[in-house]
Nanobody, 126 residues
Framework: HVQLVESGGGSVQTGGSLKLSCLIS????????MGWFRQKQSNERVGLAA????????DYADFVKGRFTISRDIAEKKLYLQMNNLKREDTALYSC????????????????????WGRGTQVTVS
């Protein structure tokens, strides 16, 4: 059983930065595809970034490239999302996700291909 718990959200002004964390507990999870998604109001989740935990290979949605950075700490069982130059349109509920399937580890592979989810942390940019 795998549990994901996000933290680090909050309110920030336009142009500011936040670093989100996702703590992974439960079964060992060194070899996985992990990602960050966000959801605005009642819209569907949108993939932002993904990382293959063993290789460290990352991939990003085009609209966050250059502003967001995904990283992981396998020993600490943590996933991070560094967000810089935040804009009002970045306001959303941010969730981390994980899955044992590491092939095609991209944020655009779709939320249905991630089996484990956190509840999310709210980010508000004003």
């Amino acid at each position: 059983h795998v549990q994901l718990v996000e933290s680090g959200g909050g309110s920030v002004q336009t142009g500011g930065s936040l670093k989100l964390s996702c703590l992974i507990s439960g079964n060992t999870y060194e070899d996985a595809c992990m990602g960050w998604f966000r959801q605005k109001q009642s819209n569907e989740r949108v993939g932002l970034a993904a990382i293959a935990t063993v290789s460290g290979r990352t991939d990003y949605a085009d609209f966050v490239k250059g502003r967001f950075t995904i990283s992981r700490d396998i020993a600490e069982k943590k996933l991070y999302l560094q967000m810089n130059n935040l804009k009002r349109e970045d306001t959303a509920l941010y969730s981390c996700a994980a899955d044992h399937a590491t092939a095609d580890c991209r944020p655009t592979r779709g939320e249905h291909r991630f089996g484990y989810w956190g509840r999310g942390t709210q980010v508000t940019v004003s």
